[in-house]
């Protein structure tokens, strides 16, 4: 039996505000091998990690490294131990380019600057998925920002390796790219904490796995002595319904919005078609092709954006606050930096939507309370900010802000990313059952499986142009994926 490279001894934190995220967890990791670290949202995973990269202390229990009992006083010092963390809200500097990016949390641990340079470019080149290292962060696409996340925390040769989600808001090819580089760090004998929602991911890519529920662990096991059930059940603590298809097509009403030759220079191709009442329209494509550009266009958040959307046969001026008072409403891909006001409370992101602050503050907290319950967000309570929760509950409330009933049109942008496995089915029911009452949905997602579920239609985008409108019926998975010019995630991993 190897000894492990990390024993966690009872370990405890329980945050200022009274929250017990983590209660008496006992866990190992063994170097040479891909641990899976799952578990609802708000299970305890991030503080997990924020605790072994010493961003935060415990409150009880100790570590072990190496067969050592260590503290953290901060994150260098288990940086300098040897691991290495890629966040969940990914905190690269959006000002400075990638390599600026990459070579930040190395000053003083390179003794000449061209070496760590050199590291940095042999190692983007071996990522399989490489990115322009002089491109300015905040210009390069959510998925190429996290290869420059995980590129960053392979300098410094690291032999813990932890990932906070690193495929929640990735594509197929990049999230291929992702797996090709866990294996690597595993073949080459470093330890990798791989954190996911997405159960096939992880029984095809971990050697073990590890639940929490409620800042405890509920199950530990080899992978292969699993199946996705037994670890959704573990997860959940119940068995988990999984998202069937709708036993037939729906009729749908009029039409309501219209797009008509809506364009974008280097982005979009002129494209038309329109969304009916009743209707949940999928977008399907690989990443770059145009998927969220299409939803920000039609919500007028895209100034250089030429075509016509219209409502109820109207023409929607070409802003967000027009389309806003129009009724669309749009749940952004990068829910972090677009979906919700940092320092304002949950009540109060809620109502934002809905014309500013609300002046009655009782309904207003009605409203709030109401969206917590209805997607079974794990909040302190209104008054909590987005900080103090989790991920995926903080992208929850970006969705709840949303749904309400002044919108006419739904657009959303992979709504279920970083959502666990039970909310997944919560949320996607509501779609549907907002759609059923009458809402027309545009639905981007990454996961073929989901649009299948739940979509009337699916448009395919290639290269910013729309290829094919699809009857969900004639499909599968492996056809839609082709149809947008991909490969399987899973296949290309076994190859
Ligand atoms: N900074 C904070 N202050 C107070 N409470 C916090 C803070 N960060 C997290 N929590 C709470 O700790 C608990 C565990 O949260 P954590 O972020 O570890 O969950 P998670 O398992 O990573 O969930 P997700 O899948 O949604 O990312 C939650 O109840 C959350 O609200
Ligand atoms: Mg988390």
Known sequence: MVSPLLSLDGIGKCWPNGTAA???????????????????????????????????????????????????????????????????????????????????????????????????????????????????????????????????????????VIMDEPTASLAGDERVAVYHTVRRLAAEGRTVLFVSHFLDEIVALTDTVTVLRDGKVVLRAETGTLDEAAIAAAIAGRSVAMLERPPERRATGAPVLEIRDLASPGRLAPLSFTLHAGEIVGVAGMLGSGRSELLHAIFGDDPRARGQVLLDGRAIGRSTQEAVAAGLALVPEDRARQGYVGPMSLAENMALPAGGLLIDDAAEAQAAQAAIDRLAIKAPGIDATPAELSGGNAQKVVIAKWLTARTRVLLLDEPTAGIDIGARTDILRLVRKLADDGLPVLIVSSEPSELLAICDRILILRDGALVADVDPAEQDEAGLIQLAGGSAPMERNAA
């Open 22 to 160: 983590l209660r008496g967890v006992e866990a190992s990791f063994e170097p040479g091998r891909v641990h899976g670290l799952l578990g609802a949202n708000g299970a305890g995973k991030s503080t997990l990690i924020k605790i072994l990269s010493g961003a935060e202390s415990i409150t009880a229990g100790q570590l072990i490294w190496q067969g050592e009992p260590r503290r953290w006083r901060g994150p260098r010092d288990a940086r300098a131990a040897g691991i290495a963390t890629i966040y969940q809200h990914i905190p690269l500097v959006p000002t400075l380019s990638a390599r600026d990016n990459m070579l930040l949390e190395q000053r003083g641990l390179w003794r000449d600057a061209s070496r760590a340079r050199q590291e940095a470019a042999r190692i983007v080149a071996a990522l399989g998925h490489p990115f322009p290292l002089d491109a300015t962060v905040a210009d390069l696409p959510i998925g190429a920002r996290q290869m420059v996340a995980i590129a960053q925390a392979l300098m410094g040769d690291p032999q813990l």
